[in-house]
């Protein structure tokens, strides 16, 4: 393809609560087996993009373990190949990241020794499936500057924390308000665009020249009127998980059924594997409408609910309707309902968690081993 990929996973977001404060929101793990970057790094290597650069800042370690092979989708090439930037301290620079723009100006060497004509920007919090030769196509179709994906969302869905967009009959994007305290719009920027390379050097240049450093408000919304901004509507899923509820919600999707088979069909979602052995269920278990990944085992009732790896679940416990995130122990007798809970915690036995009407994160500090 002759696009390359830039992927912006450096963002940190305080609506996570206590699950961003060991991880970046883009190394969430997702539908019993996935990180969230598994999405759009699936997305370009089903694409064909042989170049990606993965732009980390906010508590990169986990995720940059994640990254540290490339060969789980398919990067490990002589050619291009998978590029994870870090910010660094040089001799004229020692701020971190200031922004999206800034980040891509901090590495703007790597697209300038790039050949590929076009550029791909994804998020890397959110989950889908996107085949980008289609907007390519589409950009190159519509002679665009940049072309911003867009999705419809429910009516009575709250977008406040989105990038709203209006569209004229053209498709060519009229107006585009950031975070609007009142949205005129139910459609929403999904975080996915296409601008030619030459053009994008150029305008983080020029950003960085007026000290501006956010790509969607000094870049997307300022040239909205000087530059041919088109939008492409998405049919698909896609969910972005940058807050408690949506992560909840969206993983709790992967309990249904068409979306398991979605995202496991061709082309599939790749994520880094573990040797692990299978769950294991023993006397005393009962599970129903769960997701239950590998290494883990379980001595009780689970009902809708999705354990990650090497959870350890007691006797006589009953988890329902909750998350819980990798290397969880739950002692015995524990009650857990419309909960998240934290990876590596450890929850004492004869305990209760309930998020109410809500959703409650659990985050315990418990020794798990006490001499």
């Not at 064909?48 to 490990?76: C, M, P």
């Not at 609007?180 to 053009?199: D, E, F, K, L």
């Not at 919600?249 to 496991?264: A, C, G, I, Q, W």
Request: net charge positive; proline share 2%.
């Amino acid at each position: 393809m002759k696009a390359l990929g830039i992927i912006l996973a450096g963002g940190n977001n305080s609506k996570m609560q206590e699950l961003s404060n060991k991880r970046a929101i883009a190394a969430m793990p997702i539908g019993g087996s996935y990180r969230c970057i598994d999405f759009a790094l699936s997305n370009m290597s089903n694409s064909h993009i042989q170049k990606v650069a993965v732009l980390t800042q906010y508590n990169a370690r986990s995720l940059n373990e994640h990254l540290s092979s490339s060969k789980w989708w398919d990067f490990g090439r002589k050619q291009g190949g998978l590029y994870v930037f870090n910010p660094t301290v040089t001799s004229d620079n020692a701020w971190w990241y200031r922004g999206t723009a800034d980040a891509m100006y901090r590495n703007i060497d790597f697209l300038k020794r790039s050949h590929e004509p076009y550029v791909i920007i994804a998020a890397g919090d959110c989950v889908y499936k996107m085949d980008y030769n289609r907007i390519l196509e589409y950009h190159i179709e519509k002679k665009a500057d940049i072309t911003i994906v867009c999705k419809d969302m429910p009516v009575g869905e709250d977008v406040s924390r989105f990038g709203v967009v209006r569209m004229n009959e053209d498709s060519r994007i009229v107006e585009f308000e950031e975070k609007p305290m009142v949205a005129q719009s139910n459609t929403i920027s999904a975080g996915i665009y296409i601008i030619r390379r030459r053009q994008l050097i150029e305008m983080l240049e020029r950003c960085a020249e007026e000290n501006r450093h956010d790509f969607v408000t000094d870049i997307l919304i300022r040239y909205k009127n000087m530059k041919r901004i088109y939008g492409y509507k998405m049919e698909e899923y896609w969910s972005n998980i940058a807050t408690v509820e949506s992560y909840y919600r969206t993983n709790m999707d992967f309990l249904r059924p068409e979306v398991r088979k979605y995202f496991s069909n061709e082309p599939k979602i790749y994520s880094k594997v573990d040797d692990l052995p299978p769950a294991k269920y023993n006397v005393g278990s009962e599970v129903h409408n769960s997701l239950i990944s590998s290494g883990c085992i379980i001595n009780s009732k689970v009902e809708n609910s999705i354990l990650f790896k090497k959870a350890f679940v007691g006797k006589n416990c009953v988890i329902k309707n909750s998350i819980i995130l990798n290397d969880v122990y739950i002692g015995d007798n524990t009650h857990i309902e419309n909960c998240i809970v934290e990876s590596r915690d450890t929850l004492r036995a004869n305990t209760y968690f309930s998020g109410g009407d809500g959703i409650k994160v659990v985050y315990e500090h418990n020794e798990r081993y006490v001499i």
